[in-house]
C-alpha cells in the first residue's frame, strides 16, 4: 500500500490515494477505500471515548455515550478542528513535558535515586513547589525560542531542583541551630 501511494504521488503529483484514485477513474473504488479507512481507524477511538466517556459520566449506557461522542466530533469536525490539530500537538509538546523535569528532580535530587516504600512516606495533596517548578517550565517552553519541550523539561527540573536543595540546606541548618543531629 505504501509502494503504490508513494508511486501515485510521484506520478499525479498527489498525496492523497483517494484524489489519485479519482483522477483515474476508480472514483467508487476511492470512496470506498476511504470510508473502509476511516472505519478501521475510528472504531477504536469511538470505542475508547465511549469507555472513557462512561467512566467519567459514571454510567453504563454505552450506547447514549457512543452516539453523544460521535455527535461531538462530527460537530468539531464541521467547524474545522482538523485546522487546530497541528496547534493542538505543538501546546501539548509545550505543557506535557515540564511535568517529567518535576518528577526527574524529584527522583536525582529529592530522593537522592532511592524512593522509600509507599507505607512508609506521607505525601501531601499538593505539591506546590513541584506545581509552581512546573508552572516555571512551562512558561519557559511556552515562551522559548528554542526546542520547546526540552527548554521546558530543564528549566522545570532546574527550578525544582533548586528548591529541593535549598529547603534541604535550610532543614540542615535548622537543625544546627535547635542542636539536632
Not at 505543557?95 to 506521607?122: H, N, Q, W
Request: with cysteine.
Amino acid at each position: 500500500m505504501t509502494l503504490i501511494g508513494a508511486f501515485g504521488a510521484l506520478v499525479y503529483q498527489q498525496a492523497d490515494i483517494v484524489d489519485i484514485m479519482v483522477t483515474q477513474g476508480l472514483a467508487t473504488l476511492g470512496i470506498l477505500m476511504l470510508f473502509l479507512n476511516l472505519w478501521t481507524t475510528q472504531d477504536n477511538t469511538v470505542y475508547n471515548f465511549a469507555v472513557a466517556g462512561c467512566n467519567m459520566l459514571r454510567t453504563r449506557r454505552r450506547k447514549s455515550v457512543t452516539i453523544g461522542g460521535a455527535a461531538i466530533g462530527t460537530a468539531l469536525a464541521v467547524m474545522g478542528m482538523y485546522e487546530w490539530l497541528i496547534p493542538f500537538l505543538v501546546l501539548l509538546g509545550t505543557f506535557i513535558p515540564p511535568i517529567g523535569g518535576v518528577i526527574m528532580a524529584s527522583y536525582f535530587i529529592g530522593y537522592k535515586r532511592r524512593y522509600p516504600a509507599l507505607d512508609e512516606v506521607t505525601l501531601p495533596a499538593f505539591n506546590l513547589p513541584g506545581l509552581a517548578a512546573y508552572a516555571i517550565g512551562s512558561t519557559a517552553a511556552y515562551t522559548s525560542p528554542w526546542i520547546a519541550p526540552i527548554v521546558g523539561v530543564l528549566a522545570a527540573a532546574a527550578s525544582y531542583g533548586l528548591v529541593l536543595l535549598v529547603s534541604d540546606a535550610v532543614r540542615e541548618r535548622r537543625a544546627q541551630v535547635l542542636g539536632v543531629a
